[in-house]
């Protein structure tokens, strides 16, 4: 399956080669090729859910009126070719997603899928070829060695999901070449819990954060609930609605359940283990910890306050572990996550408008969603959702660079080129030299707009 270095550079040829023949530039070729992946997901829809089953469980512008006659447009031009590498948790989407915007702007694109998704990988270098110009086109699977010789290579725009370690190692790849990249990487995304009043919405809360941390691939998503933030007086009646709710969700044996993911190898696994092995992480669980190496299955845990220096409270974790932090006062929140590197995203629930406001005035963070999770990623998974126009995805600082989504994936694929033209028309002596006081009584009033007296200059009515 993994790609040979001269397979790589041969495809890499090709795809240089079909866009510079300007195929990629018609619309109707991207229009064909966007109706074809539309084709390949009806067409294969129980092939993909099989897959993910087995892997796991321009505008115009205004310009000043001195340049009249003129006029002004931003035209989009696509890169070239574009480099795009997925994770495992959501395979199929986190492939095709930017591979939509890609095609759309015009592109050429080698996709590389992560190799610990075998099936889903397989899957889209299967099929792909059979949908799309494989010209234009492509998928390279394999595993470090490969990513490596790909990145050794010159592309004109690298579009990669991953973490952030990896993310650091792909910018320095790309700064190479001073290739621009977006980086979809990670975090420790946290919950703020305010005080609620009203019982049914506590209830609705505590399913949503269960749903953001345990019902999304088992913890395994960048946009997951990391930990939450909560008033030390309102922790153990949270703690209790957390073991109810996740009982009801999961039944009283999770690892009986069929609504929960495994961990997706052996290596996350050991490394989940070796957080909740910290004897000081040990002590603050409070319910869960059950590990079956065996089947790579790690039971819904929550912890109470565990040491803010631990690993799992300076590390994304990344799996069923949810550690609940107590504050003072609910206030305190915003400090705390701005005592550490910016979010992916931040859940808050609160209905204190005035709260609201100094969350978002406040902090930094790639996303804010208030009173829900996970919708801002779920709701843009859906082609018919118009979210996805209105709500750009990525991060900020060590979260991410860049955005992508709707609207927001073509941009992320396309450069603005700047485009003005002028007529010969009106030809103004004062942008000339030589200069005398005249000119620059006449480029001063040009720059400030003032068109007023720069029409009584023209007239000879100033001085």
Request: hydrophobic share 45%; charged share 20%.
């Amino acid at each position: 399956m993994a790609a040979a270095m001269g397979e790589i550079e041969d495809k890499l040829a090709e795809l240089r080669q079909t866009f510079r023949s300007g195929i990629t530039k018609s619309v109707a070729w991207r229009k064909n090729q966007l109706r074809a992946l539309i084709e390949l997901l009806q067409d294969n829809e129980d092939k993909i859910f099989k897959a993910l089953h087995q892997d796991l469980g321009k505008h115009p512008r205004r310009l000043p009126l001195l340049f009249f006659p003129a006029s002004g447009e931003v035209v989009s031009e696509p890169f070239g070719v574009v480099l795009i590498c997925s994770a495992w948790n959501f395979p199929i989407n986190l492939a095709l997603e930017p591979l939509i915007g890609a095609i759309a702007a015009g592109n050429t694109v080698m996709l590389k899928p992560s190799e610990l998704a075998v099936e889903c990988a397989s899957f889209l270098a299967e099929t792909i070829p059979l949908y799309l110009d494989c010209k234009a086109i492509k998928v390279t699977n394999g595993g470090v060695d490969v990513c490596e010789q790909l990145l050794q290579q010159k592309w004109n725009k690298i579009f990669f999901t991953g973490s952030p370690r990896v993310g650091s190692i792909v910018m320095s790849a790309a700064a190479k070449h001073l290739t621009p990249v977006t980086l979809e990487l990670g975090g420790k995304c946290p919950a703020i819990l305010d005080t609620l009043s009203s019982p049914l919405d506590i209830k609705v809360t505590v399913k949503r954060i269960i749903g953001g941390k345990f019902a999304s691939c088992n913890g395994q998503v960048c946009i997951g609930v990391d930990y939450i933030l909560v008033e030390k007086k309102f922790a153990a009646t949270l703690i209790e609605l957390l073991k109810t709710t996740i009982k009801k969700f999961y039944g009283e044996n999770p690892k009986d359940s069929k609504s929960i993911s495994r961990i997706i190898n052996e290596y996350h696994f050991e490394r989940l283990r070796k957080l909740l092995e910290d004897p000081l992480v040990a002590d603050a669980i409070v319910h869960g910890g059950l590990l079956d190496k065996e089947n790579l299955f790690i039971e819904p845990t929550i912890l109470l306050d565990p040491p803010l220096d631990a690993e799992i409270m300076t590390e994304e974790i990344f799996g069923p572990i949810l550690p609940i932090i107590t504050l003072n006062n609910i206030q305190e929140s915003i400090e705390f996550i701005n005592s550490r590197p910016k979010p992916l995203v931040i859940y808050a629930f609160t209905k204190d408008e005035t709260f609201k406001k100094q969350i978002v005035s406040g902090t930094s963070s790639g996303s804010l969603i208030f009173n829900d999770t996970l919708v801002q990623v779920s709701l843009c998974f859906s082609i018919l959702s118009q979210l996805c126009d209105v709500l750009p995805f990525g991060g900020v600082g060590q979260s991410g660079i860049g955005r992508y989504h709707g609207h927001y994936s073509f941009e992320t694929f396309s450069h603005e080129k700047a485009i003005m033209q002028r007529s010969f028309f009106l030809e103004l002596e004062p942008r000339y030299p030589p200069w005398n006081d005249f000119k620059m009584k006449f480029l001063r009033l040009a720059y400030d707009f003032d068109y007023f007296n720069l029409l009584l200059l023209l007239l000879g009515l100033k001085r």
